[in-house]
């Protein structure tokens, strides 16, 4: 949001994640919990405009979650490498005239990386908060030989072209 130079506060929903099955659809999650994200805050501030958002790594249909520990993360590493797997990133944005929510997919490529490949990624750069083991933003980048999507920004959590579009049609000036 700062890129965007729009003023912004953050604040903690105070959603329950584990409570969201949706027939275990990792698309249906994703946007469920962004709804209830954007929902609640909105809730304690009726008058604003509140930005909630989800994100997911999937193999296949199936949800990664974040590792936890360098043990987790080198498995999640070697079940990804040298495959393609999608990062769906849901936004809902709650505001006076309703809900309007989105959801970008990219499409990521995993190198077909070695077991001593993965172990000093791991051990450099300890991605055990992040879903599918990696930090794309940082040293994770080394990890891909390929990322298509149409919003390179929504790898890091927020697709801002999108927003951008979804903010001026609610009325909210973006440059």
């Known amino acids: 949001m700062e890129r965007l130079q729009v003023p912004f506060t953050t604040e903690e929903p105070d959603v329950n994640e584990e409570d ?3 027939g275990d659809n990792p698309l249906a999650i994703v946007q ?11 809730a304690r501030h009726p ?7 989800d994100q997911a790594v999937c193999l296949e249909n199936r949800m990664l979650g974040k ?16 495959q393609e797997h999608r990062l769906l990133t849901a936004v809902a944005i709650a505001h006076r005239g309703g809900l309007v929510e989105f959801v970008d997919t990219t499409r990521l490529v995993m190198r077909d990386l070695s077991d001593g490949e993965i172990d000093r990624y791991v051990r450099t750069e300890e991605p ?8 794309i933003e940082r040293l994770g980048i080394t990890l891909f030989e390929r990322i ?5 920004t929504a790898i890091t959590g927020l697709p801002l072209m999108q927003l951008c579009t979804e903010l001026r049609q609610i ?3 973006v440059p």
């Open 171 to 173: 009325g909210v000036p």
């Open 128 to 135: 055990f908060d992040c879903a599918g083991s990696y930090k």
């Open 32 to 42: 469920e919990l962004a709804r209830r994200k954007a929902n609640a805050v909105y």
């Open 20 to 22: 969201v099955k949706a």
């Open 67 to 82: 590792p936890g520990n360098a043990e987790n993360a080198i498995a999640q590493l070697r079940e990804l490498r040298g």
């Open 148 to 152: 298509d999507g149409r919003d390179q």
């Open 47 to 53: 008058n604003g405009v509140v930005i909630g958002c």
